[in-house]
């Protein structure tokens, strides 16, 4: 099966960079992807990291080390509207593609 | 980007009863995902729905108890049965993107069980 692993709680400073880590365990890894979700929300895609390395889409970026099984999302320019639940997720195979989200990193923006 | 619409947002039933979600995307999809996301914790795999075929249930989630049907290939319902309060969770129907990397989801139900 898969597991993930990143922090419960993350508390960070407006204007500032936060960095979320996740390690997994997994079989049959295609990649890892990350998602916010805001309280009543829905969960949002953010990126997706297929190889190694660093992908920049705007203020996030996400990492990937397929040998560490270790990847971050990074979040710059901290803005309130950034407070909410992130979540790694990885897809493996399985038959078909199927997707496994981590326990999930509350961030808190503070001012 | 899919658009996908569910229904009810939002329910309080009573033990025993059951109810039955709706997923309608805007586009033909191959595969439907069902997921369950119980208070302040992660969202769990609860079965795939392929169209023409039985849906494929995780471990720990049986057919019974989580009905799902997928008449078409905008469409999909799941039903949770004879509920119970520990059913009390947001159920979360998904889409894959194009290129398989990223899922969208619908706005979820949250089912409040008595």
């Known amino acids: 099966g898969q597991s993930l692993e990143q922090p419960s709680e993350v508390t960070a400073v407006e204007g500032a960079i936060v960095q979320i880590n996740c390690t997994y365990q997994t079989s049959g890894f295609y990649g890892l992807s990350w998602y916010q979700q805001h309280d009543g929300g829905a969960p949002t895609f953010l990126s997706y990291n297929g190889l190694d390395g660093l992908e920049e889409t705007g203020r996030f970026s996400s990492f990937l080390s397929r040998s560490d099984s270790y990847g971050y999302l990074l979040l710059q320019e901290l803005q309130m509207k950034d407070s909410a639940s992130y979540f790694c997720a990885v897809s493996a195979s399985g038959g078909y593609q199927k997707v496994t989200f981590g326990t999930g990193t509350k961030l808190q923006v503070i001012p | 980007s899919a658009v996908i619409s569910q229904k009810p947002s939002r329910d309080i039933c009573q033990r025993g009863t059951s109810l039955t979600i709706q997923c309608q995307v805007d586009?033909?999809?191959?595969?439907m995902f069902w997921y369950r996301q119980q208070p302040g914790q992660s969202l769990t795999l609860i079965a795939t729905a392929n169209q023409g075929s039985e849906a494929t249930y995780e471990s720990g989630f049986v057919i019974d108890k989580f009905p799902i049907s997928r008449p078409n290939l905008t469409f999909s319902t799941l039903t949770v049965s004879n509920m119970s309060p520990e059913d009390s969770s947001i159920y979360l129907c998904?889409?894959?993107?194009?290129?398989?990397?990223?899922?969208?989801f619908g706005s979820g139900t949250q089912l409040s069980v008595l």
């Open positions: 998904s889409v894959e993107g194009e290129t398989n990397e990223k899922l969208f």
């Open positions: 586009s033909q999809v191959t595969m």
